[in-house]
């Protein structure tokens, strides 16, 4: 706890060192929790009480109280006793997590006991309800993951927008003037939203064994994994929720939607506009088997391969937007990933699937239908390479004593490096060390008159005694 008015702070900084610095203080905060879990139960609660002040604006915030209550997932139709596999509708599961909130922020300490409940306080309820829904294989190899998720708040006011041509009206900083009058409503406003979703992804393997029984390469596999989702949050702004009221705003027929819950300790309604969307994406690994040639055994029998990998990914993903009236397809992304001899590589280009205009603004027709060749593809809008390399020195292993024998009693001692003494200019390599060195290339082109090329290096170089 750490609470006292400005004013007290003024007043009393001659009393020590600590009241100086205290004077010197401009912000102050308090915190205090509470937690309780319910022993042979999903429940769990936490309270906290939070406050903070600005001595030099006098100004102060507090949530009093903030209260949790939560609920771990929890599966209704499970059996206890369980015979045999677990059923379809047994994986369904579902879990809980509501917070109640009442705070003040931004008031004047002087102004503080004035602030009337519930009409200075902001406060309310919100309630999270994350359904999960039991994944199932559709053919056999193509795994479906439905969703919905559920958030409801409940606010202790709301408010009611008119157009009132006759005065001036002002917000509650006394800025913006308007002929918009604002009343504060009273009761309770239950303010919920929701959303689908729907994710399926399957993966795709592909195996190239040589036929030469003397070949190096044991094998190659191709691992491909496709998957695309679906997701969809309705319109919130329509008229039967009730969210937004449609008001004129001036003496010209001008009109505007207002939020009637416009400043909730939760936020704002949810906002207008449908959305609705199908991901699409497609990554490829490719790795083989060969012989390790560091293995010096004879046998064949005792031949060791290792795993060495061509590309670490390679994948490309886009979108098609369900809700637009024109240029539903979002951009390509390409993303590319491999080593070669110990060089990290990194690669990537968005293709616009659009064409531009003679003022280089995309319009609805796509590049593959007006292109040939190469650039049938997409137009590349962006691309980027970079690749980079580290050095390490080797680590050193331990000497023992006389025989090759370690010294018994110095076991549980760290054994420390002599460094020698060097002169100004020279540095000891006998010290661990690393090195390392980076290159980025990047493109950016074809929305702009002129093309424009970025590269940057970075080297870098540590070491530690």
Avoid: C
Avoid at 363 to 382: A, L, M, P, T
Wanted: proline share 5%.
């Amino acid at each position: 706890m750490n609470l006292s008015s400005s004013g007290y702070d003024k007043q009393n900084s001659y009393v020590g060192q600590t009241g100086g610095n205290n004077y010197l203080t401009t912000q102050k905060s308090s915190s205090i929790s509470y937690s309780q879990k319910f022993e042979n139960t999903p429940f769990n609660m936490s309270m906290n009480l939070r406050h903070s002040q600005n001595s030099v604006d006098t100004t102060i915030s507090l949530s009093l109280p903030e209260m949790t209550f939560s609920m771990a997932k929890i599966y209704p139709f499970r059996k206890k006793n369980r015979t045999g596999p677990v059923k379809f509708y047994e994986k369904f599961g579902i879990n809980y997590t509501g917070n109640l909130r009442n705070s003040i922020s931004n008031v004047k300490e002087y102004d503080l006991m004035k602030q009337k409940f519930p009409d200075d306080w902001k406060n309310g309820i919100q309630h999270n309800i994350p359904l999960a829904f039991p994944g199932f294989n559709l053919a056999k190899y193509v795994n479906v993951s439905p969703s919905i998720g559920y958030n409801e708040k409940w606010y202790f006011q709301k408010y009611n927008y008119t157009y009132d041509p006759e005065n001036i009206h002002y917000d509650e900083n006394g800025r913006n003037p308007s002929n918009i009058h604002k009343d504060t409503i009273n009761g309770l406003s239950r303010v919920y939203d929701y959303n689908y979703s729907l994710s399926a992804s399957t993966n795709i393997y592909g195996m190239f064994m040589p036929r030469n029984p003397n070949s190096k390469i044991k094998g190659i596999r191709h691992k491909i994994t496709p998957s695309a989702s679906f997701s969809y949050r309705p319109d919130f702004g329509k008229e039967r929720f009730g969210y937004y009221q449609h008001v004129q705003t001036d003496s010209l027929g001008n009109y505007a939607y207002f939020d009637v819950n416009a400043g909730g300790v939760y936020g704002n309604s949810p906002g207008r506009g449908a959305s609705g969307s199908i991901n699409m994406s497609i990554s490829n690994n490719l790795e083989m088997k060969v012989l390790d040639t560091k293995d010096t055994t004879d046998t064949k029998a005792a031949e060791k391969f290792k795993k060495v990998k061509i590309i670490d990914n390679l994948s490309m993903s886009s979108s098609y937007d369900l809700i637009r009236d024109s240029m539903n397809l979002a951009p390509i992304s390409i993303r590319a990933r491999t080593t070669v001899a110990g060089v990290s590589i990194n690669m990537g280009t968005i293709l616009d699937p659009y064409m531009l205009n003679d003022n280089y603004q995309r319009y609805n027709e796509f590049v593959w239908n007006n292109k040939r060749g190469i650039s049938r593809i997409g137009r590349v809008s962006n691309a980027n390479l970079s690749f980079g390399m580290n050095f390490n020195s080797k680590k050193k292993e331990s000497k023992g004593g006389p025989g090759g024998q370690a010294n018994v009693e110095d076991e549980d001692e760290e054994v420390k490096p002599v460094v020698p003494e060097l002169g100004s200019g020279y540095v000891n390599f006998n010290i661990p060390w690393t090195f390392g060195f980076d290159y980025s290339f990047s493109y950016n082109g074809s929305d702009k008159k002129r093309t424009q090329w970025q590269d940057f290096a970075n080297t870098w170089f540590t070491w530690k005694p």
